[in-house]
């Protein structure tokens, strides 16, 4: 998923980061248009099976500061043994700069570390316009661990970015 | 999908290459059985949108020779313009090392080309037990594009091949 996040060094930020919930839909759907991901109306389908309970291991977090501000969206890839993908994570653009990005995914890797997981791959586009979110992951700690040329359409590599899990000492975001 | 397939020269095979049907399903799932993929009992759950029309950008193919004897199942990769991935190929062990393999990969080829895709991509594990495997993808024209290390599990990577699709002159197989 192509997303685009925040790439200030962390600052204090408050709010906390938890489970998404019906009532966010239409504040997250905001967050997608603003950032231009794809149409926000997919976000129905994509959280379906999140809601019903049907995709009982997909994932769907919010940073919550007076409102959903930003979203995380992860689930395990097929066929493998804790491996994981970040499927989307965006960050409201008048709540970025504020470090939410960072510490969302920090937590997510968190909450993987803990259960076991090995593995977090996230990938997006190799084009230039994506070299602030490229920028995002690397400072995060990911590694360019694969690239597949011509993969989102002519002309349009995606970019696997990796990183190993590893708990850590929580920190005070 | 970790996937075996025969090696041997394309000799001159007979049978014919078509949609599955709802009869072909016990002897799709010895095919499975016979190649030690993934439990057999699983094709039903893998089936079930394309049988019901839900998924109707999966495509699953067999060689029918007096009976199906081999699977292909191919699919559009989400996000992108014209990116599948094969996602199963597998031959009956007795009829392996006849060119079904080759055969069968290559008609997946050129009814993509024929639509306009652009890109097939196939994956597999880096094992040193999968060698018959990615020989298979080489000799058929694949390059490795890519590989995650430690994907599938812990030791194990994953190898991803790539081919840019041409429509190219109707073979005699």
Redesign the interface.
């Known amino acids: 998923?192509?997303v685009d996040t925040d790439q200030a060094r962390p600052a204090r930020q408050s709010g906390t980061i938890r489970p998404v919930t019906h009532e966010d839909v239409p504040a997250l759907k905001t967050v997608i248009d603003a950032n231009g991901l794809?149409p926000s109306d997919m976000l129905d389908d994509m959280l379906a099976g999140y809601f019903s309970g049907d995709a009982s291991d997909d994932f769907w977090l919010t940073s919550d500061d007076g409102g959903p501000v930003a979203v995380a969206y992860y689930a395990p890839?097929r066929?493998?043994?804790?491996?994981w993908n970040l499927l989307l994570i965006a960050v409201d653009p008048d709540r970025q700069g504020q470090g939410r990005g960072s510490a969302l995914l920090c937590h997510v890797e968190q909450a993987l570390a803990a259960r076991g997981e090995?593995?977090l791959?996230v990938e997006t586009s190799g084009l230039p316009s994506f070299a602030r979110t490229r920028a995002f992951y690397q400072k995060c700690g990911y590694e360019e661990?694969?690239?597949?040329?011509?993969?989102?359409?002519?002309g349009e590599d995606k970019v696997?970015f990796?990183k190993?899990l590893t708990v850590s000492i929580s920190e005070n975001y």
Chains 1, 2 share one sequence.
């Open positions: 998923m192509i794809f890839e066929m493998t043994q804790g491996t090995r593995v791959l661990e694969a690239r597949i040329r011509e993969y989102y359409q002519a696997v990796r190993l």
